[in-house]
């Protein structure tokens, strides 16, 4: 590898001719290293490049052992190979990490906020600020600010220097890895932050495009504040707006109407759902009544549309009126469903035992304790069979 690896000297650079210096497996995940490599090891917040190498798809890459490794999907490829980088992956988090350092160094310029973390998220990033709280109106100003030094397209550039011209330098932040020895990688806003980095970014806060901030929340006393830039920030624009057009048609309303709408649906909702419950405690008690009526020592019933809960309501209320009948109650659509059989304190049967019978012949599987048994079925249509399994005493 050579002293600077070619994603660092030109991080536009999307496809190298090299040579397999070493290939391996670490934990199952095949790996090769290469003596040079347009592909970034995840570090510095920012997540690992994704690729090809001889053909072969690179689905990580790690600092490991003073080298980089290119964990494959594949088995390794070896000696001359074209390594070939994922730019649109490679561009998003270009554009996500340049403009944390934007945001950051307008936060600390202006707040006096310092980041205490950074996150680059599958969706949206964040930093951390050792701020306890930031209101609407410093979030505005702060979105605002961010925004004209997109506008005045500064450049950004990276450069290397040694030991004592660093140390006379203002660099922000002076997180050197503990023994760090030699040179020491900037990166430069032109006229806004120079700070250490080894990530890649863009050349020029123009290509950020934009930076929106999406929403605070606490975190250890500090606050983590959200945002997106570049392309990604336009994505998740159009996903927001299909998503808004789609229920916009599904309510039948204007966008400014939409969350009022939605709020009385779901209060209409809450209603229905209150009505039901009523009246379904009404059936069980009806149906209860009519069971208990009805002659003979077994009594069964089926609806096509009720659950579990309702058959133990039914059965629950019959054994109180009839204590001394089996109830056999299913429910279900086709032959899968429930089933629950009840014998009331005078009923002479061995619930556990019958159950079991009955599961098996509605071709399903069940449990209980004492006077009730339930389960699944898969065989509805043969309940007549069991009602007449339970007559003869079974
Ligand atoms: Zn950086």
């Given at each position: 590898m050579p002293h600077i690896p070619a994603y660092e000297r030109?991080?536009?650079?999307t496809r190298l001719e090299t040579e397999v210096v070493d290939a391996g497996e670490d934990q199952g995940r095949p790996f090769v290293a290469l003596a040079d490599t347009v592909l970034y090891p995840e570090g510095g917040g920012q997540p690992p490049d994704h690729g090809t190498v001889g053909g072969v798809a690179v689905v990580d890459v790690q600092k490991a052992e003073g080298g980089i490794r290119h964990y494959l999907a594949g088995p390794p490829p070896s000696g001359r190979v074209t390594v070939e980088l994922d730019w649109a992956r490679r561009f998003d988090h270009m554009q996500q990490h340049t403009a944390q350092h934007l945001l950051t160094a307008v936060a600390d310029g202006r707040f006096g906020w310092h980041t205490t973390a950074f996150h680059l998220g599958e969706h949206l990033s964040d930093i951390e600020l050792d701020t306890p709280g930031i209101g609407p109106g410093k979030l505005t100003e702060l979105e605002d600010m961010v925004a004209a030094e997109i506008r005045a397209a500064r450049p950004v550039a990276a450069r290397r220097v040694g030991p004592e011209e660093y140390a006379g330098l203002a660099v922000r932040?002076?997180?050197?890895?503990?023994g760090h020895t030699g040179d020491i990688r900037l990166v430069e806003i032109q006229g806004v932050d120079l700070n250490t980095c080894g990530g890649t970014h863009v050349g020029s806060t123009a290509e950020l495009e934009a930076l929106k901030l999406l929403g605070t929340e606490s975190v250890r006393g500090g606050t983590r504040l959200f945002y997106a830039a570049g392309v990604r920030l336009r994505r998740l624009h159009a996903a927001h707006h299909e998503r808004n057009a789609e229920l916009r048609g599904l309510l039948g309303t204007s966008d400014d109407e939409l969350v009022a709408r939605t709020a009385s649906k779901l209060e209409q909702l809450k209603d229905a759902e209150r009505a039901v419950r009523d009246l379904e405690e009404e059936l069980a008690v009806a149906s209860a009544e009519a069971l208990s009526a009805r002659p003979g020592p077994v009594v069964t019933a089926h609806w096509p549309r009720r659950g579990l809960p309702f058959l133990q309501r039914v059965a629950k209320e019959t054994a109180r009126l009839a204590p001394d009948r089996v109830v056999l109650l299913t429910s279900g659509q086709g032959e899968e469903g429930s089933f629950l059989l009840v014998a009331g304190e005078?009923?002479?049967?061995d619930v556990p035992v019958a159950g079991r019978r009955v599961a098996e012949l509605l071709g399903g599987r069940g449990g209980g304790s004492g006077r009730i048994f339930q389960g699944k079925a898969s065989k509805l249509s043969r309940r007549a069979e069991a009602a007449t399994l339970l007559g003869s005493g079974a």
């Open positions: 030109d991080p536009r650079l932040s002076r997180g050197l890895p503990e005078e009923a002479a049967l």
